[in-house]
């Protein structure tokens, strides 16, 4: 049953001063949109990298494979590079196709967001506003929206799936199980959320939530099945053991309940409000339903959150659920929501333009021209280097230098997590030079570190890396690793000074300047440079 309240041709005034919120941050969102995109250095420590993983798609190369020095892949679904792939394959520049497919699914969240609040309450001018306090949150959630990463594709996916179930029409269960099948491939993160949304389907209707629970079964095992077979399992390692491995970050355990979600508070006070309404005037089905899916989008921020290395940006599930949720409580059609809702919306409007005022969008969102300079400049020394550079702070700029691409800091990071630890907490490397330690682990773990231990020492020992380049931050870390149990031409332990040696002059005229605007921050990089053969 669909609402059809009265509703004045005039909105109050209070509906006025939001309708012009919402206008301020469709222009903030679009005025810094259209700078950031055809950027063509990282704005975030891991953008190049994602472009390598498109680059080796459209190039036709595996995707999920054995580990090396050159690639070493993401923990990440497949989509978004398969995406930008075929763009890149069109002519599209790599960064451009991947921040356009981020931007466009931003954009689509948006309106899709406008449209349920819209759909469910039978009101416009509530739908826009929604929309505009989606775009507000861009500032508090470090202007992700158009970065190359895959949240805002598979948030999209998600939410689609949701509103497919709700008011899909007569091929709303197809339509819901495609959409869920997506949204499994553009991020592993759906097998946390999916559920909570079946569980709302069940709610709306028994029979509805056993088809798409069924049906999205079957997509996902089957998509998940081809990719399995297809990369020799790899895949399944890489998305799905791999993750397994890495720690829980304390401190979000309760602190995103105390700290993480405050930003969003007065969104979920109103939901919470339009559930109690909703289910006090007998519409129960939907109240439920709409609970199902703003909750399981908070815990799947939170279940994010606790993964050591989750940032911010995972706090957008559950605030897009709330965006719906919060403007929806107007279905309800009860007096004091019609109060309520435009002052908490006013509220949620002032907070998120609090957090875009106080990070600058001209310091973190837009770069300096020194930023460009030392990109160019990085990029121009791996151009000099004769051989093959070894550089995992920065992904894309060795193929961008004309050489072949290197293995990212924060992949080769991930990998290592299998390795078990020491009782200091520190990941026991030793167990990389000890085959036979390194065969008590699971086979594919196994022939991952072995294929990237091996490769790594016969790039250095043969001299085909040119050079090492490190930033102070993560130096000294790679350094070891790099370096550990290797071997010289006696057998006896290898240092630095045997094949390496550390260039003295700076690489950079500026070299904090090249720190990425947002995300783990690494500057000042240092060479160690191969010495003559």
Known sequence: ?????????????????????AGAALLLFGGLTVQRLPYPFELEWMEGAMADHAWRVAAGEPLYCAPTPEHVPFLYAPLLFWLAGLLMKLGVPELLALRGIACGASVGVAMLVGHWVRQHTGRLVPGLVATGVFLAGYGWLWWWYDLARNDSLFLLAILGTAYALQHGGKFRVPLAAVLAVVAMLA??????????????????????????????AL??????????????????????????????EGSRKLGFWTEDILPMLPLLLLGLGGFVAQWRAGERKEALFLAAVGSGGLMTSWASRLHTGGFDNVLVY???????????????????????????????????????WQRGPNTTALPSAAHRQ??????????????????????????????PSSA???????????????????????????DRRLDELPALAAQALRSFRDGLLQGMTTRRFGAIVLDAQIGPQFEGMFLYGLAGPDGR?????????????????????????????????????????
């Open 187 to 216: 991020k592993q993160s759906a097998a946390m959320w999916l559920p909570a949304i079946a569980v709302g389907a069940l709610c709306l209707d028994w029979r509805l939530g056993l088809r798409f629970a069924v049906a999205a």
């Open 219 to 248: 997509g996902i095992l089957l998509a998940l099945g081809v990719l399995h077979w297809s990369s020799g399992g790899w895949s399944t390692f890489y998305m799905f053991t791999m993750p397994q491995y890495h720690g829980i």
């Open 1 to 21: 049953m669909e609402p059809t309240p009265a509703q004045p041709t005039t909105p109050p005034r209070a509906w006025l001063v939001l309708l012009a919120a």
């Open 318 to 356: 559950g605030f897009a659920a709330a965006c719906v949720l919060g403007p929806a409580a107007l279905r309800a059609r009860a007096r004091w929501l019609e109060f309520a809702t435009p002052a908490l919306l006013a509220v949620q409007f002032v907070i998120l333009f609090g957090y875009a």
């Open 374 to 403: 030392a990109h160019e400049e990085l990029t121009e020394y791996v151009r000099s280097q004769r051989d093959m550079v070894i550089l995992p702070g920065h992904g894309a700029v060795t193929r961008r230098a004309g050489k």
């Open 493 to 533: 332990p290898g240092t630095p000074d045997d094949l390496y040696r550390r260039r003295t002059a700076p690489i950079l005229t500026d070299g904090k300047a090249l720190n990425p605007l947002m995300g783990f921050p690494v500057n000042s990089p240092y060479a160690l440079e191969a010495t003559p053969r």
């Open 408 to 434: 990212h800091g924060q992949a080769i990071f991930d990998l290592l997590q299998v390795l078990p630890k020491l009782p200091n907490g520190l990941l026991d490397l030793g167990v990389l030079v000890d």
